[in-house]
């Protein structure tokens, strides 16, 4: 055991642990038992045992990383997958919605770092949200506790397709202030959704010193389109931290975040309410809170709002909003100013140039001005989302643009009822020759997320003109990216099965409201369509309640301001 010697100024998540080492002491005989099943499992699946450590009967790896015995059962089970921003064997399930964070002893600052921590896992479009208890519809609650002595953070790995439940966070943090504590409970989050060390394989990265955690082909699989190799301030998850840090998830770490638990399945709420004031009512584009657009394209967003900061207990506080894409730059703030106001305002964002699904964010401030509040407001709640696609997706040798879905071209959002086909069409280039290989076998493989896949093109030279393909919509209701991708195979069997998970050259969303709000039928549910349906009947109760008549289809003009 060295754990000694890693007491160094920036092994402070290390520090916290061996603090807390000191604190051990013997458990009861079966549970002697099952930490030893544990420490065996762990020895099988190649993690080195001076990088074992038992506090209080609590198994840890990687020094702030608790292994449950079915945790380290699933890792034996899970062995012979590939060693290479890192993942556990184990992620959590995509039933899980919402997950809640219970930290009734956060107060101050800790209380305001959990807050933030928490919104950094909100900014983009996941399967799950987070938010801090007591909050409704908690699929699950981590349990976030403070311990005085520690100085870093501890959690664990998750298992059962669950978070870990607890993440224990030291009060010691105090001294960084409250980016720092943001940056330590992200991390320790990061851990219970299955994260690892971004630099497990050499904590000296992050460090200064230590070797590696233990790959041995179990619990450390490289998360696609992340970087392999870890650098100082890479990641919110290297083993290490700064005394100074952002608090913020980095480019690769909302890489990796979306690669991992990507999509919107569950649409945010056009609104957001932070006690002294609340957004509502917000609007992309000519549409609702969700729009579709071209990689950097100019989003228009219309917000109605409300601001008191009088019920804030600052009455003559100055009060801003800001609004912002997540992942990129794009923010602006369309209030500023002091007292009651109820109003509206409108700005514009620009959409990220790389193709993908993005939150639209909304945050309050008390500043002097709006650029004062834009410089302090990196993230918020999510009340909308940002589809952005390529259009033309280009690779170099050739390219598809203009794509369709059901004869609607892809600035449109075209619905799609759980598990049914859509047809696709798209226009198609390609010159192998302009990538140095002139005599190669071409082919063009579209699909859509999570649903079926197609290849559109194969062939030699120079080609271009119309393709598509039927696809099946994936079963979840949400909203799904139809991608391209382009291969070099001898044919199109061989390039399907290689060919997955392309960038976006539009998107499709698949509703389970029983029929297209643009055609009468049945009462809708409010909750089917996102907004659009739910604004219709908070207008209109008819429309949910008895059925959804031609009243209601022109509704879609008139209270969604959309086009069927
Ligand atoms: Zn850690």
Redesign the pocket.
């Known amino acids: 055991m060295n754990h000694l010697a890693t007491f160094q100024a920036r092994s402070i998540?290390a520090l916290g642990l061996s603090n807390a080492l000191a604190l051990g002491c013997a458990g009861q005989p079966e549970e002697r038992a099952e930490t030893q099943e544990i420490i065996d499992n762990l020895q099988q699946a190649g993690f080195p045992a001076d990088d074992i450590t038992v506090v209080d009967d609590t198994v840890y790896v990687?020094?702030?990383?608790v292994v449950s015995l079915e945790a380290s059962r699933e890792m034996l089970e899970a062995a012979g997958t590939s060693q290479e921003q890192y993942r556990t064997n184990n992620t959590i399930s995509t039933a899980l919605i919402k997950i809640c964070v219970s930290g009734p002893g956060f107060t101050g600052v800790f209380s305001t770092a959990l807050d933030l921590a928490i919104q950094n896992y909100d900014e983009l479009p996941l399967t799950f949200t987070m938010a801090r208890a007591p909050s409704s519809g908690c699929n699950f609650t981590i349990n976030a506790v403070i311990d005085p002595n520690m100085n870093g953070g501890v959690?664990g790995f998750p298992s059962g397709g669950l978070p870990y439940g607890t993440i224990t966070i030291g009060g010691q943090l105090a001294q960084y202030g409250v980016d720092t504590i943001e940056h330590v409970i992200t991390?320790?989050l990061g851990?219970t959704i299955g994260f690892r060390?971004s630099d497990y394989y050499n904590r000296a990265i992050s460090c200064g010193i230590g070797g590696n955690e233990g790959d041995a082909g179990v619990g450390a699989i490289l998360i696609p389109d992340t970087p392999s190799t870890a650098v100082v301030g890479g990641s919110i998850?290297n083993?290490c931290f700064q005394a100074s840090e952002t608090g913020e998830l980095t480019s690769t770490d909302l890489v990796a975040l979306r690669t991992m638990y990507s999509a919107p399945r569950h649409l945010p709420a056009s609104s957001t309410n932070w006690g002294w004031g609340n957004v509502s009512n917000v609007r992309l584009g000519a549409g609702d809170n969700v729009a579709s657009v071209a990689a950097g394209a100019s989003v228009s967003l219309s917000s109605n709002f409300f601001i008191d900061a009088g019920l804030g207990g600052c009455p003559g506080c100055i009060s801003q909003i800001v609004f912002g894409v997540s992942g990129s730059g794009s923010k602006q703030c369309i209030y500023s100013g002091a007292g009651v106001v109820n109003s509206s305002a409108a700005t514009t964002l620009t959409a990220p140039t790389t193709p993908g699904t993005y939150y639209i964010w909304a945050a309050p401030q008390w500043q002097y001005t709006c650029n004062d509040a834009l410089n302090n407001t990196f993230t918020g709640a999510a009340v909308g989302v940002l589809e952005v696609y390529a259009d033309p997706l280009s690779w170099g040798w050739g390219n598809v643009s203009n794509v369709t879905i059901n004869g609607k071209p892809n600035n449109r959002r075209v619905r799609v009822a759980p598990g049914g086909s859509l047809s696709l069409t798209e226009s198609y280039y390609v010159n192998a020759g302009l990538a140095g290989c002139p005599g190669c076998i071409s082919q063009i493989v579209s699909g859509i997320e999570d649903g079926s896949k197609a290849c559109v093109y194969n062939g030699v030279g120079i080609a271009s003109g119309a393709t598509g393909a039927t696809l099946t919509a994936p079963t979840q209701p949400g909203v799904y990216k139809i991608w391209s991708a382009s291969s070099w195979q001898f044919n199109c069997n061989d390039a399907l099965a290689l060919s997955n998970n392309g960038a976006a050259t539009s998107y499709v969303e698949v509703d389970s409201c029983g029929h297209d709000k643009c055609a009468a039928g049945g009462a809708l549910s409010a909750g089917c369509d996102h907004q659009c349906v739910a604004d219709i009947c908070a207008a209109d109760s008819y429309c949910c309640n008895n059925s959804w008549d031609a009243q209601c289809v022109s509704e879609v003009a008139t209270v969604c301001h959309q086009g069927c």
């Open positions: 998540l990687g020094r702030d990383a959690a991390h320790e851990h060390h998850m083993s």
